[in-house]
């Protein structure tokens, strides 16, 4: 007897092998290499990478870490003409938005993105936020209950000017990280706006920082080994930290700030389609659920509860962060504390990266590049080495 279509279908269903002849292959046919440059830790990559490639067994994941997420915003731009990754991840959005704004970022809504609120995401879908982060203090806590004594934790920002932390701080290097910018930005909104206020608040504190780190990591570790007394960094990482045995505590002064960290597919990268399907997997309560018991930063999932300990945005007294301006400003302001805040000595690598950014924007030519640098920064031919302070000038007023 010859069974019409419909009476096959029932037959095969009844064993149970109509679903398993539908159902698609694990991965959805995604395959190839994927490219990842990440701002987290070795250990939320190994993880997010396993995790993924269960959801995506044909793909090859390859990691570069570097934990500093300016670093990574240059070597995007850098590649812009042959780009290398696929993916950006990590970091606050403020490293991510530029690259969209330059024509370096695939627009991308994913469908896993939909109830992410929209101040936790890109309109254009340039990049998706999928983590919180919280900003305040990393305190040796036995360091500080030898050399304090009964002196209260500070409670704001400008607790930390107190002459008797005088070298005693570590702090991110806000050229090259987040946090480090982050808080840098902060000073400006809290004095309303008022950059002159800002700067004179960093530079009274720089006078009490024995150390810029070049990864917020790098000021935790420094901390918890007792090099430094505190220091301005993530309240996640350190609570991370403390779990682990570090003698140091988290505390969020009034008028602090948070991070909404991101994730971004790098335009005419080697594997968009990949690139895809790892920014839908990120955003899936499974990986949100995994970053969270890693790392004790906050989901901007609202199913996925917070780690227990972890500071929450209702928890902290935050200042009116503009972020769109944070962003938008972000070169203007770090041009001056990259060089004119260096000490003497360490100058010329802060002339350096000053150098390759006027360089890139086409305000300098090479030779002048070649003076900033360092090697005749302050005896060089008078010409070019106008030519380059006069850059310099152009890049803080931009």
């Known amino acids: 007897m010859r069974l019409l279509p419909i009476q096959l279908i029932a037959i095969l269903a009844s064993l149970g092998l ?136 500070p409670s704001t920002w400008d607790d930390l000017l107190n002459p008797d932390l005088k070298g005693k701080l570590d702090f991110p290097d806000p050229v090259k990280t987040g946090g480090g910018y982050i808080f840098l930005a902060t000073q400006v909104f809290r004095f309303n706006k008022d950059e002159a206020k800002a700067m004179d608040y ?81 955003l899936t309560k499974e990986a949100g659920q995994l970053n969270v018991s890693l790392s004790n930063r906050l989901s901007v999932r609202k199913d996925v509860p917070p780690a227990a300990g972890a500071p929450t945005l209702d928890s902290v007294k935050l200042v009116a962060y503009d972020r769109d301006w944070a962003t938008q400003n972000k070169d203007r302001r770090k041009v001056p504390f990259d060089f004119f805040w260096q000490s003497q000595g360490s100058r010329a690598a802060a002339a350096a990266r000053l150098a390759a950014r006027c360089m890139a924007r086409g305000q300098c030519s090479p030779v002048a590049g070649y003076v900033v640098s360092g090697r005749t920064l302050f005896n060089g031919d008078p010409g070019p080495r106008r030519e380059a302070l006069g850059a310099m000038a152009r890049l803080t007023s931009v």
């Open 202 to 282: 960093m530079k009274k504190l720089h006078a009490n920082i024995g150390q810029y780190v070049g990864t917020s990591p790098q000021g935790i570790e420094l901390v918890g080994q007792g090099q430094f007394l505190m220091g301005p960094n993530w309240g996640h990482d350190i609570l991370t930290a403390a779990s682990k045995g570090q003698p140091i505590e988290f505390k969020a002064p009034s008028d602090t700030a948070n991070e909404v960290g991101a994730i971004s597919i790098v335009k005419g990268g080697p594997n968009t389609t990949a690139a895809k399907a790892f920014v839908d997997w990120v």
């Open 18 to 153: 109509v679903a398993a002849a539908c159902a698609p292959a694990a991965g959805g046919g995604v395959t190839g290499k994927l490219s990842v440059y990440s701002a987290l830790n070795e250990s939320t990559n190994n993880a997010f990478v396993d995790a993924f490639k269960k959801s995506y067994p044909s793909v090859q994941v390859d990691v570069l870490p570097l934990a500093a997420a300016g670093e990574l915003q240059t070597r995007i731009t850098t590649e812009k003409a042959s780009p290398k990754a696929d993916i950006f991840i990590g970091g606050s959005a403020e490293f991510h938005d530029p690259l969209g704004k330059q024509g370096l970022r695939e627009a991308y809504k994913s469908p896993n993105a939909t109830d992410v609120d929209p101040k936790f995401k890109d309109a254009d879908g340039f990049w998706t936020g999928w983590y919180i982060g919280i900003f305040g203090l990393a305190i040796n806590k036995d360091r500080w209950a030898k050399e304090m004594g009964s002196v209260a934790t």
